[in-house]
């Protein structure tokens, strides 16, 4: 198997990141601080001009030609290109991903790009360091292939599953450093959080004025935040928290971690940028599924949010439309005591359906067998499925198998159900099996899938 390769400028970026913060990025696993402080009054970075009329982003996987050009040719308000959830980081793909950056940058409309998280490895790459080497830092690869690949000026950027203070100050640093390098004016790149763990819900105030030279917004990462939330609770609580389905917006625990958002941006002068659009229509009945779309935009535009993603071309329509079909109303002042309160109160799922179950087990391996092929994102059952949802999944297994959940029919969810059902779908030995147990059957839920596969030495992913 053959390392990557990098631009010469990239190279030499990404080489110059990694020695100047390799050490600094070992340290972030341990970091749990919070502040302990009052935040001095700030305002945010203002939104970027070519940023400021669009309703729809349209996302997709970085390394998929075909969806990039379409893409380009979709009349997108912008296109913001995907090295995370939606993407398989074989070697492959990263090479084909970082190979497409050129064209993929270039012509007009406004272009974004969300680099993969701090905790992914990326082997092939080793830049090695005072007294360190090993796999190179995924996400500092990343921005070096993307800032040195862009001709003009460079694309916004997503920070993707933001939990501490010392995390986003270790991002504006190295986007510092990146701006030096290439020699581009202090904040030039612009960049929106992500907002999609229950520490980054909690801390979010404090994450936005870590970034505020730069930061213009933040993002709300539905499932990624249940998928944190199923964590942070499963520790503590003794019943089954709800299946997928039951953690609609509605659901006054899932609305507090929409308003905890926007509140933010209206105190800071941010943008509140919304979840994405998920559904893959039937041809043959397109209706309810743009509906749905037109419906959950319209809230979020009620919520206060201004923009969101689209997962496919079919869906920018419906997005726009749910944004212009309603206007932000007035939120109420609450106690961050009281928005904790509400955050934390997820309902309990009572008995849990063997059939819901089944398909929470049968979703989980079906993307993690899809992402082992290097696809990562797939349609399933009517909607985009990608890691994401498959971390949520397994997670929600987990808490399941942890607390004996009752099923209909008087059984309960065990250790040994949930391998009777798990080896009716895929053998012992495939990886997305391997994996999957290794998760579910924890003493605590590992972080996050991909790192955990590279720790086992599943597939390509661990060489």
Not at 124 to 136: H, Q
Request: net charge negative; with cysteine; glycine share 8%.
């Amino acid at each position: 198997m053959t390392d990557l390769t990098l631009s010469p400028a990239a190279h030499a970026l990404a080489g110059a990141l990694h020695a100047a913060l390799r050490g600094r990025w070992a340290a972030l696993a341990g970091e749990t601080a919070t502040p302990d402080h009052p935040l001095p009054d700030y305002r945010a970075a203002p939104v970027p001009d070519d940023l400021r009329a669009r309703r729809a982003e349209l996302i997709v996987e970085a390394s998929d030609l075909a969806a990039l050009r379409a893409a380009l040719a979709s009349g997108a308000d912008a296109i913001a290109l995907d090295f995370d959830d939606t993407f398989a980081p074989t070697r492959a793909n990263v090479q084909a991903a970082y190979d497409a950056l050129p064209w993929a940058l270039a012509g007009e409309g406004a272009r974004l790009v969300r680099p993969r998280a701090l905790y992914a490895a990326q082997p092939g790459l080793d830049f090695g360091g005072e007294g360190s080497g090993g796999p190179g830092i995924a996400a500092l690869c990343d921005l070096a292939a993307v800032l040195a690949a862009a001709s003009a000026r460079p694309p916004h950027l997503y920070i993707p599953k933001l939990e501490t203070v010392a995390e986003a100050h270790f991002w504006d640093d190295a986007l510092a450093l990146a701006e030096a390098h290439l020699g581009l004016e202090q904040n030039s790149v612009r960049v929106c959080l992500q907002i999609e763990t229950f520490a980054g819900v909690r801390q979010a105030d404090a994450l936005l004025h870590a970034l505020r030279g730069r930061a213009y917004g933040l993002n709300a990462g539905r499932w990624d935040y249940v998928f944190s939330l199923t964590k942070h609770l499963g520790r503590s609580r003794t019943v089954p928290l709800p299946p997928r389905a039951a953690l609609g917006m509605d659901v006054d625990a899932m609305q507090a971690y929409a308003e905890a958002l926007v509140r933010v941006c209206r105190r800071r002068e941010a943008e509140a940028v919304g979840g994405t659009a998920a559904v893959a229509p039937d041809p043959q009945d397109p209706r309810p599924a743009l509906d749905a779309v037109r419906a959950d935009k319209a809230r979020e535009a009620a919520q206060g949010f201004t923009a969101a993603w689209a997962g496919l071309p079919e869906l920018l329509g419906a997005v726009r439309e749910g944004f212009a079909e309603a206007r932000p109303a007035p939120l109420p002042d609450e106690t961050p005591e009281r928005t904790l309160a509400r955050l934390t109160a997820l309902p309990d799922a009572g008995t849990l359906s063997p059939a819901t179950v089944r398909d929470t087990l049968g979703l989980a391996l079906d993307v993690f067998a899809a992402w082992f092929a290097g696809q990562g994102v797939i349609v399933r059952a009517g909607r985009l499925e990608d890691t994401a949802t498959a971390e949520l999944a397994r997670a929600q297994l987990w808490q399941w198998c942890r607390v004996g959940a009752a099923l209909e029919g008087g059984e309960r969810l065990t250790p040994a159900w949930y391998l009777t059902e798990r080896r009716a779908l895929l053998p012992d030995d495939h990886p997305a099996a391997r994996l999957l147990d290794h998760l579910v059957l924890a003493h605590a839920a590992p972080a996050y899938f991909p790192r955990e596969a590279q720790r086992l030495g599943l597939g390509e992913y661990a060489r």
